[in-house]
């Protein structure tokens, strides 16, 4: 049972609903002796949370990371670590008929037809406010991690805008508000996204995180494949649609001879693979080569166009969201999906010295 | 921990190898006094069973299935279900230096790589031989489900052709030896894949899977969705490499005006959806809409052209897969795809038993 | 994986530690729609807080609950509830040698063998302070149960002081400091537990929880059973040694006629149970008597006469614990033994909802 | 959920029913690489068999193990092991009114009341023949923990009849039909169970389990603690209704002088204890003394005396078991006992692993 669990040896459970008083997070399992402070799980936090460029929501919240239990004299117990973050700015309004109407696009309907019973300020728990307790979850996630393994994540394409492959370039991602790769593409996408947002318009976006460092071995058949795992990570994630994994969709339209990764005897006895369709997992288990994972994120459904809706007496309605949100949700999706990234290798990473010593 | 069981209430562990003496499963959690018989496996066990044209490896199993416990007089007892296939054409063969190199986009090298060992006989424990008993496992889940939910899937791409979508007819699946839903797509494929099977090569292929009357309210967040569970399932069968649910990779260049699924009052009090892109899942919760998951399938990575490789000595070796096998292993993906669905379904339709009563 | 989780359908992950800022639990998968408010779980906490009387530790704790999330206008929303007390009586301090000597009884020497690390203010982790956090889940639990059901629990033996059977009433439990059924054992307990407080010394006890109202059928072969999880749920209280499922340990001295718990037709066609040597449960399930579980916790093992241990450097040191303390932790395993038979009686009603309807 | 399966990381699943065709387990997440055959796992099941002395049912199995996957060429591959125990002498019979009444302290009357169905042959699932999956994996277990640790069971206790504690000699336990570690008593004991075995009665007995070698550090607070798995791996054998670590119920009695286990400084700077009423186990954590349980068995309640019951039609019967049945099953329970020992401590012994690397 898991419904806000994640992960087996290193595990964390979130709480907390967007306007409650706080949100956090617990994560259990977590090996000891690690140094471990909130300096280290706040930069994380910082490059997630809204209102840091126009292209995202206007809600100010500080999302300071509060070290409730676990930590001792600076380092870790071994024993669970609570991770606190107080809301500041679930703004006091008049909800209105949005209380009782379900948002096209949003889960409004089916907490409801689940429970019968559903927080409508901002989404409640399926706001994306949730995702703060992950992206703490994820900087602790690196520290079981250590310094081996690196991990990152870029925006690849928003609405039909792919970037030039050419021009990937990871030092260039945190010089633009959309963690592009790519300069040239960034500058067109702060035109496209500018009109999008005036015209209280929304659009998808996909994301591409990438592992390096993953020794070879990490994973395990049948069901608790590496790829299955992270599959089920970033879909967990709000408005994520579509997972991938290496050639991803793409390796439909392959033949046997295209997707082949050749090998080449490396260094250390080790083999060195000549592609990576594979996205550096086989057979569920980790090559060694980079893990590379794509999702797809839908475009944020708070828009400004009136659209045709229900409300909880079945009457028709016609639903506008005005209020503060993000016109390409995608965009702090990135460090979420770092995140889930850390905490599945770190999760494997246990599972694989657990078994295999 | 479940390296071998999928699930959380309806749950099944698979064991075997495909050179084993046997290979099945250990469904617990089976609701009790379901009249269940072998011959209700069986029905789906002969749709994945392989040899059944050309287009599937030519190893010839009867794939027959025992049920050892957790049945009597005809009715499930609520305890363990074990289902038992036999392993009969496990050809005897000099597996040469096939045992020591690692075959490109096989398991060979991850396998080596976690365990330090192998079982290299027609791939051992990454064999899709292991398939057959989630299809066994998705036969009862059925048997669960009830007759409400009628769970259906196809093959709707393979390479680059996709089928026509408005010739989509799920009566044409069971006509063509490729469960494709459109004739016309299905008589161009039978030449395709006639090459290639002769060329020695393989191709990908993606597979859409539909699940109608499942009702509004299964599944939970946030780490419970249906559709992270859909995806974990999918990306669990072999050589899957991407998952979408409803508009999956395509949600990214969708505004969203063009996202939003319209509501307008429908029976009974609920919303009757004018489209799906959701793939009739909103925050992780069914909407009461059908269910719609695609997976993208590699090609089969054993083919006749020399791919170069290396042995586990570290040397470089040039590997050729003869025997048989494949051509599109998509083909066979079709029932497995269903199987994963039902057991997917099964389980939050218990899980939201127990929690919403 | 659950360090720090109990059950899987009604599950609770407690965190915190003696002497932090907090400490508290997250209750995952509660039912919708039951009223729910801080005051309902208050009362519970206020039956195990310290300082109640001389007869349990001075710290002084007000145990205040906060619901930090799970709760919309007074009912649960079926998402996960996060309840939090703060710690404030963590009496700053100087810990001395204590904090290197490994004090008999305690914790200290397994933790830093496990961890290599611990926090040694008043025991960290594995302080009964963990303890409110049981309480807390298992008000929760009696929500889950509804009305019908009723749990109590009593110190049934101090000591080699047993109270008198015949003189058993429930009425009594809350008229005295012990939780004692027997008011004439209170009176005698009284004396003599005055006497090993002013000694500094401590000592053990026997409590016993009864839940009435449980119909037949909850548990489940084979790894289920009602009594393995009632057995884990105590079992893993601070101090406890020994638990006891209807005849006990007694039930090694009896023979099968003297054991058989007889049955005549009773009403509604329900067998009419003759004695209950089986303590409500046979086979792992149920049988709709009174659930009978008794346990044993060991004396307090802080005391103020010196003890030989050795320190974290190997070294031979004498260890006294002045400080506040429990002269029998038995007493407060009361309320705290009623949470654990609440929670472990929710998760198994949930269990037989989701699997027999 | 884990109805029947039982662990984390080492973790099986067992199944069948006592008169089906075959009953067997599924053991997940074993190391690989470590030697296994048949013949390994032969020896403890014919320690448990039945028939091997008139002290024990008479129905004939030769309880023949085969390993149906995961091991290749005698080393265990890290996929999950089947192994399976066919049933052939599950006598063809009437089983009369037995088929509808309710056996006072069997399940029969549970197993109705939970599933509405049960397999009334032999007991069905709820028959002691499912301990002999547990002694099989228990010998896979004892593999995975290697030769440093020793598990051991007696039976020190029948009836009222205790050993005597000074002649206790482990070598004696398979020198006569109880595994009675005292000569002496164990020649009282023969005379007695032969006059209760004569009269068609039974009786209860008390096994002690003991574990040397294992090193201070496995387990963990505060829901996966050591003795708190270890009660629920005693408590979940058949017809278990008390266990107790180290000091048991007896801890009750003491004072806090009484339970020290005074420490002196030891070889390697680790402490050597004086004393051990803790079991081996302070916190959840092993201490690196012995683990000590011991649980008590009520006596079997086949027996030929009628006893007073109902029917499934709620009618009055009386219920004579004649039949082949154990005059004191709780002999049967001592392999079963280690069994399940070792499964605890292989499973502890990875987890550890996996946190404290």
Chains 1, 2, 3, 4 share one sequence.
Not at 57 to 85: A, C, N, W, Y
Not at 150 to 165: E, L, S
Not at 219 to 234: E, N
């Amino acid at each position: 049972m898991s419904f806000n669990t994640f992960g087996r040896l290193f595990r964390f459970t979130t709480w907390g609903e967007s306007h409650g008083p706080a949100l956090g997070c617990t994560i259990d399992g977590v090996p000891p002796l690690l140094d471990l402070a909130e300096g280290d799980i706040q930069g994380f936090l910082d490059k997630r949370k809204p209102g840091q460029s126009k292209y995202t929501t206007q809600r100010r919240e500080p999302d300071l990371v509060k070290i409730m239990s676990g930590v001792f004299e600076g380092k870790t117990t071994g024993t669970p670590i609570q991770l606190m973050i107080e809301n500041t700015d679930q703004r006091s309004k008049d909800y209105g008929n949005i209380a009782q109407s379900f948002r096209p696009g949003h889960a409004d309907y089916t907490y409801i037809a689940k429970y019968g019973i559903r927080d409508y300020r901002g989404g409640g728990r399926s706001s994306a406010r949730e995702t703060a307790a992950r992206v703490a979850a994820g900087a602790v996630a690196r520290k079981v991690l250590g310094g081996g393994i690196t991990i990152r994540a870029a925006m690849v394409q928003m609405g039909r805008h792919a970037i030039d492959r050419s021009r990937f370039d990871w030092n260039e991602v945190n010089n633009n508000p959309f963690f592009c790769p790519d300069a040239v593409t960034a500058g067109m996408w702060a035109d496209e996204l500018d009109a999008i947002r005036k015209n209280g318009s929304s659009i998808g976006a996909v994301i591409e995180v990438v592992a390096e460092g993953v020794p070879a071995g990490w994973g395990a058949p049948v069901y608790g494949k590496l790829d299955a795992d992270l599959a089920t990570a970033m879909m967990s994630i709000n408005a994520v649609k579509a997972v991938e994994i290496g050639a991803g969709m793409e390796a439909a339209c392959l033949t046997g001879e295209e997707n082949a990764d050749e090998m080449l005897p490396g260094k250390d006895g080790k083999p060195e693979f000549q592609s990576n369709k594979a996205g550096g997992i086989l057979g569920g288990i980790s090559t060694g080569q980079p893990v590379v994972v794509r999702f797809a994120v839908k475009p944020t459904s708070s828009i400004l166009t009136p659209r045709k809706s229900v409300n909880e007496h079945g009457e028709a309605v016609e639903v506008v969201t005005k209020g503060r949100h993000d016109p390409c949700v995608g965009i702090r999706a990135v460090p979420v999906a770092e995140a889930m990234m850390a905490v599945v290798l770190a999760d494997h990473m246990m599972l694989h010295r657990a078994q295999c010593g």
